[in-house]
């Protein structure tokens, strides 16, 4: 039995678009909240400014809540698992012949498809109420705008297999959506906050510094600042490293658990 | 002899303070069409969500098509089709996009998909509704493209969860027919669980009576029927078979029996919540 199986990767791909493409109010749901976050946020702190950089609110802010976007919509994903068993179709999922890793895989390959798509979609809506997209070098030209959307695409990707892969492990560990909200106001929230996509995590208490640095969406929006507008804390590298061993770790616990569940 | 198409061996399930499945031991030939017969929350369902490896057993062991169901479970899954209880379906899909994704899924090339999804259609007469949401479906009309689903791929083994539940006489009579044909022109073994006496009459080689998880009895309808045969009763139904090992029970133990039944379908219940 293969444990790669590229055909039914690509079958649950194609039933995640056809999903996303008939529910579109999910779609226009999802894009509200980071969407006003962005919008309020914006205008509200315009005057903001930090000790550690010079750049201005909105441009801090945007890859911030692009990595928002990210990391709820892939966890809601990952966690939509509970949906297909309470509707049962996770049941004829589990019982065909594909592995456990290739369903987890076509449910990233699904899940990242859309929440991708939704970043996309805010950061064209930043553009427009006036983001400055510097590119990768920070300096608007076309060979940093070109390389720096490339590689956020990548991150985009890294980002969305870690939080699929955290939402897929949380549902295989419940019963039923009923943990959904405490998921969502104690983990999620939390590694939103910590993530430096709001404020410098330089402002945090040292304290819980050391959590933002366990958090794999801390080296996400430091990654997508460097690629969107050329101005990084650590290394785009270093953040790319991280999230790609953040996304392996993940991956494996997440197959692990799936691999484990129980489908009644 | 041929190896069996599927062995248990002291098959027990326990759901925290019930016991589902209580030491089952059975064993089915190849192209047998076997019946699993009991009352709601008998046990019928839970067995075949171990067989066919979605839940594991708490203690005992079981191959189906010679596969171990805890080591070799891909291997099983290949040689299966199942028709479950529950709906079991994508509502945002469609009947054709419902049926094309298990296709798929089985790694069926396209030919031979769009090919078995228009047969599969048409013996469940729903050729003029495969456009539509399965949202949209009626009961009748998901159950019969459930069944049509479980048959696509050819499995070597048939799992059949209560497949007549909910449908209509003519329906029923339809699915019977097949049900009976793919196991007799293509040698596919079916397990079928019904409480519907009739069903399992007409359609099984062998019938396991299985009550509060243990089977009571298992042999040919004719041989049980014989069994309670007397005076009073010349011409016994499967019916009277049923309630012969069951029914005083039922009786005499209402309050039992009742909570029993009741434990399973909280439990299921608060499972889907």
């Not at chain 1, 946020?41 to 441009?59: C, K, Q």
């Not at chain 1, 949906?83 to 990242?112: C, H, N, Q, Y």
């Not at chain 2, 069926?108 to 949401?133: F, H, N, P, W, Y």
């Not at chain 2, 699915?175 to 519907?196: G, P, R």
């Amino acid at each position: 039995m293969n444990l790669i199986n590229p055909q039914a990767i690509y079958t649950l791909w194609l039933r995640e678009m056809l999903r996303f493409l008939r529910m579109k109010s999910r779609v226009i749901g999802a894009l509200g909240m980071p969407f006003f976050f962005l919008a309020f946020l914006s205008v509200g702190f315009r005057n903001t400014s930090f000790s550690t950089t010079s750049i201005d609110y909105t441009s801090f802010l945007t890859p911030g809540i692009i990595g928002m976007t990210l990391l709820f919509s892939s966890t809601f994903t990952g966690i939509s698992v509970l949906w297909d068993k309470e509707f049962g179709f996770l049941k004829e999922i589990m019982v065909t012949p594909v592995s456990r890793i290739s369903i987890l895989l076509g449910r990233i390959a699904g899940g990242a498809t859309t929440a991708i798509m939704e970043a996309l979609i805010i950061l064209f809506a930043a553009v427009v109420i006036g983001f400055n997209l510097r590119g990768i070098y920070g300096d608007s030209s076309v060979k940093g705008m070109v390389s720096g959307v490339i590689l956020a695409f990548i991150l985009m990707v890294l980002i969305a297999t870690t939080f699929i892969s955290l939402g897929v492990s949380f549902a295989s560990l419940m019963e039923d959506m009923e943990g959904y909200s405490l998921v969502m106001n104690f983990v999620i929230f939390p590694l939103f906050f910590l993530s430096g996509a709001l404020f410098p995590i330089d402002n945090l208490p040292s304290s819980v510094r050391f959590l933002a640095f366990l958090d794999p969406l801390t080296y996400g929006v430091d990654g997508l600042r460097g690629c969107l507008i050329g101005e990084s804390e650590l290394s785009i590298f270093i953040d790319l490293l991280a999230l790609i061993v953040s996304s392996l770790i993940m991956l494996a616990f997440g197959s692990y658990l799936f691999k484990h569940t129980e489908v009644d | 002899m041929e190896a069996p198409a599927i062995v248990t061996h002291d098959l027990v399930r326990r759901f925290d303070d019930l016991t589902a499945v209580d030491h089952v031991s059975l064993k089915i030939q190849k192209g047998e069409l076997f019946g699993l017969l009991g009352p709601n929350g008998a046990g019928k369902t839970t067995i075949v969500k171990i067989l066919t490896t979605l839940i594991k057993p708490t203690a005992g062991s079981a191959t189906v098509w010679g596969y171990d169901i805890l080591k070799d479970q891909d291997m099983i899954r290949a040689h299966i089709g199942v028709v479950f209880q529950d709906p079991s379906v994508d509502n945002k899909l469609t009947g054709r996009e419902n049926l094309d994704f298990h296709a798929r899924m089985y790694g069926l090339d396209r030919a031979t998909r769009e090919r078995r999804v228009e047969e599969v259609l048409k013996l469940v007469e729903l050729s003029d509704k495969a456009d539509i949401l399965l949202g949209k479906y009626s009961g009748g009309m998901q159950r019969r493209l459930e069944i049509a689903r479980g048959l696509m791929h050819h499995p070597n083994v048939l799992f059949l969860d209560e497949p007549t539940l909910g449908l209509d006489a003519q329906t029923r009579r339809h699915i019977w027919s097949y049900i009976k044909e793919m196991n007799e022109s293509e040698h596919v073994t079916i397990i079928l669980t019904t409480h519907y006496m009739e069903e399992a009459d007409f359609l099984c080689d062998r019938v396991a009576i299985i009550d509060h998880g243990r089977i009571i009895v298992c042999d040919h309808p004719g041989v049980l029927k014989s069994m309670v045969r007397s005076e009073e009763l010349p011409d016994p139904s499967l019916e009277d078979v049923f309630l012969h090992f069951t029914g005083r029970e039922i009786r005499d133990e209402e309050g039992n029996e009742g909570q029993h039944a009741r434990k399973i379908m909280r439990h299921w219940r608060m499972k889907r919540r």
